[in-house]
């Protein structure tokens, strides 16, 4: 089986590809189209700022490649968020996969949301063997609202999408690579798919 991560500007491949070691993947982390294309599952990873990394994947022709492949892809963190339409952060334009919008929390003290929190309303095969309400680590500063692609909720000051779904596409907004097991078991989950 062929893991691919895609590599561009943005950071946490690193923990990403030692998650999957960890379970006997040895992923390879490249930008190459050819690669990419024929991959088995496809992870989108991401922490850093969504235009720049929107810039970058333009630049790179990345962004047409993203939205027309055919397997299973999962998006982390800034890479679920720029799987959706549009993101307040630096008024950019994404990728439109899942029609939702990222915007800033405001309805919180803290921000960014740093540490555990709880996901909940789980619908999909990619939480097989994960439990309600059970804990994920955290690290963003902008949200996706509840909505049509919304596969599983967590509230900071409100109620939000904390995965989405949509055809081949997944993306999840906390980080499974520090989730320990049930973060473990969603990548689990996801490359057998």
Same mark, same amino acid.
């Given at each position: 089986?062929?893991?691919?991560?895609?590599?561009?500007?943005?950071?946490?491949?690193?923990s990403?590809?030692?998650?999957?070691?960890?379970?006997?993947?040895?992923?390879?982390?490249?930008?190459?189209?050819?690669?990419?294309?024929?991959?088995?599952?496809?992870?989108?990873?991401?922490?850093?700022?969504?235009?720049?990394?929107?810039?970058?994947?333009?630049?790179?022709?990345?962004?047409?490649?993203?939205?027309?492949?055919?397997?299973?892809?999962?998006?982390?963190?800034? @890479?679920? #968020?720029?799987?959706?339409?549009? !993101?307040?952060?630096?008024?950019?334009?994404? $990728?439109?996969? &899942?029609?939702?919008?990222?915007?800033?929390?405001?309805?919180?003290?803290?921000?960014?949301?740093?540490?555990?929190?709880?996901?909940?309303?789980?619908?999909?095969?990619?939480?097989d063997?994960?439990?309600?309400?059970?804990?994920?680590?955290?690290?963003?500063?902008?949200?996706?609202?509840?909505?049509?692609?919304?596969?599983?909720?967590?509230?900071?000051?409100?109620?939000?999408?904390?995965a989405?779904?949509?055809?081949?596409?997944? @993306?999840? #907004?906390?980080?499974?690579?520090? !989730?320990?097991?049930?973060?473990?078991?969603? $990548?689990?989950? &996801?490359?057998s798919?």
């Amino acid at each position: 089986m062929k893991i691919v991560i895609l590599k561009y500007n943005a950071g946490n491949i690193r923990s990403v590809t030692f998650a999957l070691e960890r379970i006997g993947v040895s992923p390879i982390v490249t930008g190459d189209i050819d690669e990419i294309q024929s991959a088995d599952k496809v992870i989108f990873p991401g922490v850093g700022e969504a235009s720049s990394a929107m810039h970058f994947l333009k630049e790179q022709k990345l962004d047409k490649v993203i939205t027309d492949l055919k397997q299973p892809v999962l998006g982390i963190c800034l @890479g679920m #968020q720029l799987m959706c339409n549009f !993101s307040e952060e630096g008024n950019t334009n994404c $990728l439109g996969i &899942f029609d939702q919008k990222v915007s800033k929390f405001s309805h919180t003290n803290k921000v960014p949301q740093i540490g555990w929190n709880n996901i909940f309303d789980l619908s999909s095969n990619i939480f097989d063997h994960v439990n309600e309400n059970e804990y994920m680590y955290f690290v963003h500063g902008y949200f996706v609202e509840v909505g049509s692609n919304t596969i599983s909720k967590t509230n900071y000051g409100i109620d939000y999408s904390s995965a989405l779904k949509k055809d081949n596409f997944y @993306g999840v #907004q906390f980080h499974p690579e520090k !989730s320990g097991d049930a973060g473990q078991k969603i $990548l689990e989950n &996801f490359l057998s798919l």
